[in-house]
């Protein structure tokens, strides 16, 4: 098994390589109208605020531009103004890890916020046959302490703000190459086919309902279709249970729910995913069976990590199709992924395939997801940030871990 660091190359050609401007607001994250007015108070006319608007919104999500002189339309004038009051850059790409199977993982650094410190956080991007997903964190670190999660042992240190969710995105968008080059024509539309970054999953660090107003900034920038354009139907948010907030979800931000289920009753819950002492079941499935644009279209996905003789009966299959009975919903069963620390050891496949032919059988979809990138800890539950990063030693022991056959 090998851990395959790349260096810090191939970028978006229309992307500088440089560190965040400390100090200067991010023009990334805005809506339309608070660029707008952003704009006034650097001195942009009112009359001129909505065309520089529209300008700058095509270059930084369309071209992805990372500095304000790759803007050839705007005058020299206001550019300069615009690289004097505002920053556009990337985060700081710290490390960059490629997997066995193809997937990628980033580790970034964000500047500090007011009296705060840098931030690192974690990026992953799981290439599959016609598709590409981009697994996108909320937060530095997370409140749940599910206890089969490794993310859920470093404790949460703050949100991450509109702009930084979104620079994940933007920054891997660079490295993929997915973002037009400078021979393309201003006015061209980046066509949806041939993209690698198809879908955007909010599955990284974090508890997105958490930081609702953040997350729901950076979606609906990034479901903007004169920008970043990604469907709606291609951005899944999930939820360990954030009850009142699972409609607004809906409402607010139209993107596809995921619940982080994983235990078909309430005691088993309260263990392993303890926000449920909060928000029982029956709050999460009514709330579930009233989530706005609800159909077999568009259904709920409820994700199950197979835990060894914790979750994994026949008996705890029958409670679940019992607990979903009518809601529309595919149901992921997630293979364990190891961590060093870590007491629970992932379901015998049979196990698993027993699991998943009863759900089939009730009428339900229950895809077993292929394990990805666990080599380098960018699988499922996996996540965590540089302050945080395995040593040696422990990377050690996830690879004997792997080797004797846990999680396989």
């Not at 650094?109 to 690192?120: D, K, L, S, T």
């Not at 996905?301 to 029958?318: G, H, I, P, Q, R």
Request: proline share 6%.
């Amino acid at each position: 098994m090998t851990f395959t660091l790349e260096p810090v190359v191939r970028s978006n050609p229309n992307a500088k390589a440089q560190r965040p401007a400390a100090g200067l607001p991010s023009l990334i994250g805005l809506s339309r109208e608070d660029m707008a007015q952003a704009l006034i108070d650097a001195g942009v006319p009112a009359k001129q605020a909505r065309m520089r608007v529209q300008q700058l919104w095509h270059w930084l999500y369309v071209r992805g531009v990372s500095d304000f002189s790759d803007m050839f339309n705007i005058s020299k004038e206001l550019r300069a103004t615009l690289a004097e009051r505002f920053s556009i850059t990337r985060p700081e790409i710290v490390e960059e890890q490629v997997s066995a199977d193809g997937t990628r993982k980033w580790l970034f650094r964000f500047p500090p916020r007011g009296a705060g410190r840098p931030v690192e956080i974690e990026t992953v991007y799981i290439p599959e046959e016609g598709r590409g997903t981009l697994c996108v964190s909320s937060q530095v670190g997370c409140t749940l302490t599910c206890s089969f999660c490794h993310t859920g042992t470093q404790k949460l240190v703050r949100n991450l703000t509109a702009e930084e969710i979104l620079a994940q995105l933007m920054t891997a968008r660079d490295r993929l190459g997915d973002f037009p080059d400078r021979d393309t024509p201003a006015g061209a539309i980046v066509p949806a086919e041939g993209r690698k970054i198809t879908n955007i999953v909010m599955m990284g660090m974090g508890e997105p309902l958490y930081n609702f107003e953040e997350v729901k900034k950076a979606l609906l920038i990034a479901s903007d279709g004169d920008g970043l354009s990604l469907s709606k139907r291609r951005i899944t948010l999930s939820t360990s249970g954030v009850v009142p907030e699972i409609a607004r979800t809906g409402e607010e931000i139209g993107v596809l729910l995921a619940i982080s289920l994983h235990a078909p009753n309430d005691d088993l819950r309260d263990l392993l995913v303890p926000i449920n002492k909060k928000y029982p079941l029956k709050e999460l499935m009514e709330a579930c069976r009233a989530y706005p644009g609800l159909s077999n279209a568009r259904r709920i996905t409820f994700e199950y990590v197979m835990l060894k003789d914790v979750n994994d009966s026949l008996d705890d299959a029958k409670a679940l199709i019992r607990l979903l009975k009518g809601i529309p919903a595919k149901i992921n069963l997630i293979p364990f992924n190891p961590w060093p620390g870590t007491n629970y050891q992932c379901s015998d496949w049979e196990t698993i395939e027993r699991f998943a032919d009863y759900i089939n059988n009730a009428g339900y979809a229950s895809p077993i997801r292929t394990p990805r990138g666990r080599d380098i800890l960018a699988a499922c539950g996996q996540l965590k940030s540089e302050s945080e990063r395995l040593k040696k030693h422990e990377r050690l022991a996830l690879e004997a871990m792997m080797i004797a056959g846990h999680g396989e």
